[in-house]
């Protein structure tokens, strides 16, 4: 089976397609014919060890996927040979086949496609948990969102509109806010991509101010950190939940604490992956639950790009150069 391998940290033009043997499941595992895998920032971080997690060279990247069971390993009856399941994998999804745990596997409701099926555990798991249990998100609040048109910002938007709160999206681009506008934002503002001045951190902080009519936002969702951090928590509302999800900019922001005791407000940090091996039993049913939430249409994963796995390298390039939207999806 070919699988696209990074043998050596560096660039995405650098991972290389080749011919591996099939991985041949161990206890309590399953081999799975993979359809489509889905692409996270993650990945990027990855293949220029600058991830927390460390697989061992040469690995594939893809942390989710969704394609046919093939093979059973001992002692797993669930799923079986021929089902079609959604797992989350960590890495070695940019592969024909993958190894997955069967408990980390779910049925894939029938009638979805297996591009939108591997989008959104990652992104999707990440806002709920973010949203539902650090923030306590409520109806009726105002919940602003950076990077709203990248993989957990659109999760956000979409999960922040459904609990039915008052959504303001900000993103890098017109067209990125449009694409929030259209999964549920209220809302919405563009700010710079790049290094921001200080006149342009005051705008984005005045831009939220003015959108949650001068009282600043309840809850603020940052998967972006950067010179986009202090501005936004300057525009947080009394009492708010200012949520660290990640540093896409590059630079993990370092904040005056004195912002937090003038606004009454708490920084909440969320670690989706942690979060979930420390309680596998409510992440896997909060998975069920946005499964179920997008088998019924409630959520609606936007894939924006199918790259073929002997172009996989693209794939990630894609969000290393801030030109993905929703998810990039690599389709062996
Ligand atoms: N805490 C957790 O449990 C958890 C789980 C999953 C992911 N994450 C983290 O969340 C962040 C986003 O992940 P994702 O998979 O949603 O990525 P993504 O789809 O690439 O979205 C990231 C967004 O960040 C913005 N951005 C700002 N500066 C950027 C830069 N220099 N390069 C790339 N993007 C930049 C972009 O929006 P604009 O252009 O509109 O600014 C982009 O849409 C990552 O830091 C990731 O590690 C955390």
Not at 122 to 138: E, N, Q
Request: glycine share 12%.
């Amino acid at each position: 089976m070919k699988a696209a391998l990074c043998t050596h940290y560096g660039p995405p033009e650098e991972l290389e397609v080749k011919d591996v043997p099939s991985p041949r499941p161990g206890k309590g595992q399953v081999a799975i014919t993979v359809r489509a895998c889905g692409v996270n920032f993650p990945d990027v971080l990855l293949i220029q060890d600058k991830y927390q997690f460390k697989p061992a060279l040469p690995f594939a990247p893809g942390g989710e996927i969704a394609g046919i069971v093939k093979e059973a390993g001992e002692g797993v009856t669930n799923p079986k040979p021929g089902d079609a399941v959604i797992a989350s994998i960590g890495h070695g999804g940019f592969a024909e086949e993958a190894l997955a745990d069967a408990a980390r596997c779910i049925a894939m409701p029938e009638g979805l496609d297996f591009a939108v099926a591997s989008s959104f555990f990652i992104t999707y798991g990440t806002s709920w948990h973010a949203l539902r249990d650090r923030a306590v998100l409520k109806s009726g609040e105002t919940l602003a969102v950076l990077g709203a048109a990248g993989g957990v910002g659109l999760a956000a938007v979409e999960i922040g509109h459904a609990i039915g709160a008052r959504v303001i999206a900000g993103a890098s681009t017109a067209e990125k806010v449009e694409l929030a506008k259209a999964h549920g934002a209220d809302d919405g503002f563009v700010y710079p991509a790049g290094r921001l001045s200080k006149e342009q951190q005051k705008a984005l902080s005045e831009d939220i101010k003015r959108l949650t009519g001068g009282n600043g936002a309840d809850v603020l969702f940052d998967p972006v950190g950067g010179d986009y951090a202090e501005p936004a928590l300057r525009a947080m509302n009394w009492g708010g939940r200012y949520l660290v999800i990640g540093f896409a900019a590059g630079e993990i922001p370092r904040v005056p604490l004195n912002l937090t005791l003038l606004k009454g407000c708490s920084i909440v940090g969320v670690f989706w992956g942690a979060a979930v091996a420390r309680d596998p039993k409510k992440g896997f049913a909060d998975l069920h639950e946005i499964t179920r939430w997008i088998a019924e249409g409630r959520l609606k994963p936007h894939v924006s790009a199918r790259i073929p796995l002997a172009r996989a390298g693209e794939a990630i390039r894609l969000l290393m150069d801030r030109k993905a939207q929703g998810k990039v999806v690599v389709v062996p």
